[in-house]
């Protein structure tokens, strides 16, 4: 979409549009612009009324997209947008307003904390920006939630003690919560640990449940929190156990695991739960080979276009060592849609462990274009060991 279209179509009534979503797809592609007009445009588009449903969801989007900018010039909206009447308007306010990391005065300081009085989620937005903005303005009230009833809450709570304070001792509760049978409390306790900033939740973060992004985003928080794709020695072996991600090496509850059968491992993959699907991985690499190739082969024809199951049988296919299905590593690390990348990055590592010495001019292309880090220096490590 043209830059010039996406701000006529923002700035069209979507009762006048064909098709009203349009107006929201339009803000998300200028979030990737970098004019003043589009940024104005973007501005502009805070003070739509809410009424309509397309303009409402328009305007958060529009709140995101600013964030995404990184642009200064936007705080004075995104503050307005604090005191909307819509929660995912002022948690995308929230959000941005942190991703902008600009200096805050003592008056949008205040405006911010006032922030906290919504509902949990926004409560933990509000508490992470201070985190991730380390503002020492929120101890007082923000300390009083590390009891708070919602582990969400209270945990992003903690984080900010720890990360602004210093108060390391606070995130024990954190480490805990990693193990947690509820999936969304363990991906919020690994969130948390991230923005804390202890290089010691290393360990407990590359064993937990969660998917390998989340997980990957937070390390490299801790690792490598100036963004350079630099991995300190003492670190490798533990960014290099989280990347490689194998099942057995994950904090797996009992009841995650499943019969060795390829239905009950199918039913796992595409569980909602992280751990269900990590348990199905782990269930298949119990298979003796034959099994294995069988069922990968059934799980294929069904599941390919699955992101989760596509990732999870590159994964088998390279930490078993599976030269008969290498065809699928290659179909992975080629694959160039978002959705996959983390497919991609099982694909490198599976590429070292096959011996795929065919791959090295695309791993090499993969590593100099990405952006996304973890699969830059899965590329890199991996060339270094087929080189």
């Known amino acids: 979409m043209p830059e010039e279209k996406a701000i006529q179509l923002l ?5 006048e549009l064909s098709n009203p979503a349009d107006k929201y797809m339009a803000a998300t592609r200028l979030a990737a612009c970098r004019s003043d007009g589009s940024l104005e445009a973007l501005l502009n588009a805070i003070q739509l009324k809410p009424d309509n449903l397309f303009d409402r969801i328009a305007r958060r989007k529009v ?3 600013l964030g995404r900018r990184r642009d200064a010039r936007a705080l004075p909206g995104l503050f307005t947008a604090l005191s909307f009447d819509d929660e995912p308007s002022v948690i995308n306010a929230a959000d941005s307003i942190a991703q902008i990391g600009a200096p805050l005065s003592d008056s949008q300081c205040t405006v911010l904390l006032n922030a906290l009085e919504g509902s949990d989620n926004q409560r933990r937005s509000v508490i992470q920006t201070h985190t991730r903005l380390k503002l020492p ?10 009891t708070d009833d919602n582990p969400l809450v209270a945990g992003a709570a903690r984080a900010y003690a720890a990360r602004v304070h210093g108060h390391l001792d606070r995130l024990d509760p954190l ?3 990693l ?3 509820i999936a969304g409390r363990r991906r919020s306790a690994v969130i948390d640990l991230g923005d804390a900033g202890d290089i010691h939740a290393l360990p407990h973060l590359v064993s937990c449940p969660v998917s390998m992004p989340l997980r990957a985003k937070s390390a490299f928080q801790l690792v490598d929190p100036e963004k350079k794709g630099l991995v300190p020695e003492q670190y490798t072996a533990h960014i290099t156990r989280l990347l490689q991600d194998d099942p057995s090496s994950l904090n797996l509850l009992p009841e995650w695991s ?5 239905k009950e491992i199918e039913q796992n993959l595409q569980h909602r ?4 699907q990590y348990g199905g991985a782990l269930s298949l690499a119990k298979m003796s080979k034959t099994q294995q190739l069988e069922t990968i082969d059934h799980i294929h024809s069904r599941l390919w276009s699955d992101y989760g199951a596509n990732y999870l049988l590159t994964s088998v296919v390279g930490l078993q060592k599976l030269h008969e299905r290498s065809d699928l590593v290659r179909t992975a690390l080629a694959e160039t849609l978002p959705q996959y990348a983390k497919s991609r ?4 590592w599976a590429c070292m462990a096959l011996g795929l010495s065919d791959q090295v001019n695309l791993l090499q292309e993969i590593h100099r274009e990405a952006q996304w880090i973890p699969l830059k220096w899965s590329c890199g490590q991996v060339l270094q060991q087929l080189s």
């Open 11 to 15: 700035e069209t009534n979507p009762e």
């Open 63 to 65: 709140l995101e997209a």
């Open 137 to 146: 303005s929120g101890e007082e009230r923000i300390s009083q939630l590390e």
């Open 175 to 177: 480490i805990k919560q």
């Open 179 to 181: 193990g947690d049978p």
């Open 258 to 262: 499943c019969a060795a059968e390829s």
């Open 273 to 276: 739960d992280e751990g269900k």
């Open 345 to 348: 990055v099982a694909a490198a």
